[in-house]
């Protein structure tokens, strides 16, 4: 299984970007699949993610701006990214909760490669 990401670039300050992610290879179900960003020299943060159910979590910095959906039958999960901060420039990883390959399998938790955000001022 990987996690396969899209979408990242360079935005102007206001402007906004969409990322784009797949769990590719042998998927049945994913708890929750979101977001993570990571700046340099901090650690990697929460930004927003959505549980099968349909339960969205924001940080508290990107809520009204971003908006997290998924669809669960093709395992991808998507980041829309409005009114854009310098501050959200970043490394966004996509990430899954609770990855099932086969409906009586092991779950496990996956990462994306990463993707680069940046936001001039």
């Known amino acids: 299984v990987q996690l396969v990401e899209s979408g990242g670039g360079l935005v102007n300050s206001g402007g906004s970007l969409r990322l784009s992610c797949t769990a590719s290879?042998?998927?049945?179900?994913?708890?929750?699949m979101g977001w993570y960003r990571q700046a340099p020299g901090k650690q990697r943060d929460m930004v927003a993610t959505?549980?099968?159910?349909?339960?969205?979590t924001y940080a508290d910095v990107v809520k009204g701006r971003f908006t997290v959906s998924r669809d669960n039958a093709k395992h991808t999960v998507d980041l829309q990214m409005n009114s854009l901060k310098p501050e959200d420039t970043a490394v966004y990883y996509c990430?899954?909760?609770?990855?099932?390959?086969?409906?009586?399998?092991?779950?496990?938790?996956?990462w994306g490669q990463g993707t680069q955000v940046t936001v001039s001022s």
């Open positions: 990430y899954a909760e609770g990855l099932l390959e086969k409906p009586q399998g092991w779950e496990e938790d996956y």
């Open positions: 290879g042998s998927v049945f179900s994913v708890y929750a």
């Open positions: 959505l549980t099968l159910g349909g339960t969205a």
